[in-house]
């Protein structure tokens, strides 16, 4: 074990302290084991699985046996502070929330609903058109599944067509509920991944004017998952739980990977049993910055689903998809039906060099990536190695310059925020040099020498600024970017001014602002849920353990069309070959 000196937090320490004062014990034994799943919680796992720590199957159980003798670790179902389910240790909230998350989502997948087949053939070939032939049409399948079970996970890459694919769910399930009182939850995990929700569906369902005879009644507003299930201010309780369901008939949860496990379980804790649960995300995105790895941990159930014959029957009557049989008489996983796969991307096609690169990181070739940014064949990407420290700003300054040497050009807030959004750099890290803090200093000194801005204050025009917590009273969310500008109705003053779905833009003073920073840099992990024309992510010259293939494959894939990328060679292929792992026993649960 490392030195706790290097590893743990002072929160760690305390709660180690609190557990032994408790169990009346400052055994060794018992104060590491709660030392390490404490900190296992702040490291973004959900549990610490003894067996794998333990110098083999012996010295396992000899510690198992001390914890639970302890009086302070339980067994699955007693109530202790911490829980030991297997090998896998919890804190007991942890192990509640994941137990009861498996079970729910269990009982959504196995529950099957009754379809009018012709009304639902009729629907989705009015909406889908006709099957493409020789390849299987991957939306259709997901619709299909949709309308099967109460439990549908639909993944894929950007370009895939998820938001798409889920207007057409819904449509097709108000055509079959005959009724005005089916009631649509949209949500989201953050402010910023709901206000590009409810754009996309804006699009979506325009798109199907004349398809449907339900188009008009198929919702477009779309809040955050906090928000929908009601937080009770100055509490961490929520409006709705288990004594007061939510009261709608589906809920569709977008960016589903950012979803952290105590969110999901008390989203899924609040749904009517009979209500449909459809998540939207891509399963090979950087997972939740809390606790937990949803998405993650129910594809690995069924990295490629192996569908029951029954729901193979039923694709093939509804949509006239013939999915392959497998060996398999049944599936692996109670979740094999509803785990669908979008795998034809309509904005990075074969040609796309961006594509072709975050096809090889996320299968693990470095040196494929590698020879892709070498010779060109990663069209609309550019490579470097990072520059030192000393040249960071000059080789920077060209790459500021055209990303954002003109958002400031008009004085309408909508136009500069159109402006600036076309442009980000992206950062692994945030402290240091090439972390958000040393680049936004960077990038104010550069646009500041040619007179773009003036950051002789806190406040001035032009600064971007990110939220970083929800404020319900505010309407600003956990991700939010707002543009400094000058008050046209207050001569002589500046207002943040943030895009708005309804009113187009709306200010809010610099005063009232909750907690916040500048953001002409971000991390990778503030930028999911986002997209630019271009973005710049910048890897620092040393190895790290946040480099991961998840996240570089997330950088890369907020870009629509160009995408810079600085990063050593040893650097580079030490990231591609690593992955984030959690730890976590959901998908052994949702397996069984």
Known sequence: MASETSDYRDIDFRFADFLCRLARSGSDELRRAALRVSNA????????DLAAEAGGEEESGRVTDLLRSSGVVGNPGEFAPLVLDDTRLYLYRYWKYETELAEKIIEKAGS????????????????????????????RVAAAAALHSGFTVISGGPGTGKTSTVVKIIALLLEQSGSDGFRVALTAPTGKAAARLK????????GLAGLTPVQDRIPDEVTTIHRLL??????????YHRGNLLPHDVVVVDEASMVALPLMARLVEAMAPKARLVLLGDR????????????????????????????????????????????ADEPPSPLADSLVILRKNYRFGAGSGIGALSRAINGGDGVGALALLRDGGASGVTWRETPSVEALEQALSPEVLDGYGDYLAKDDPA????????FRVLCAVRE???????LNG??????????IISPNRRWYRGRPVMVTVNDYALRLFNGDVGITLPDPENPGNLAVFFPSATEGVRKVSPLRLPHHETVFAMTVHKSQGSEFDKILMVIPPVESPVLTRELLYTGITRARAAAGLWCGEAVFNTAVARRVERRSGLRKALAK
């Open 442 to 451: 960077a990038i104010e000194r550069i646009l500041a020498a040619r007179g």
């Open 230 to 239: 009601g937080v009770i201010p100055g509490s961490n309780r929520f409006r």
């Open 112 to 139: 099957l609903y009754p379809v009018d087949g012709l009304i639902l053939r009729d629907g989705i070939a009015r909406l889908f058109g006709s099957p493409a032939d020789g390849e299987t049409d991957w939306q």
């Open 415 to 422: 136009a500069v925020l159109t402006a600036f959004d076309r």
């Open 284 to 327: 090979d995105q950087l997972a939740s910055v809390e606790a937990g790895a949803v998405l993650g941990d129910i594809y690995d159930t069924g990295d490629t689903p192996l569908y029951s014959p029954e729901f193979r029957r039923f694709v093939e009557e509804t949509t006239g998809e013939r999915l392959e049989r497998d060996s």
């Open 41 to 48: 919680v702040g490291q973004g796992h959900i549990c610490v």
């Open 432 to 438: 240091g040099r090439y972390g958000v803090a040393g």
């Open 199 to 206: 754009d996309a569906i804006r699009g979506a369902r325009e």
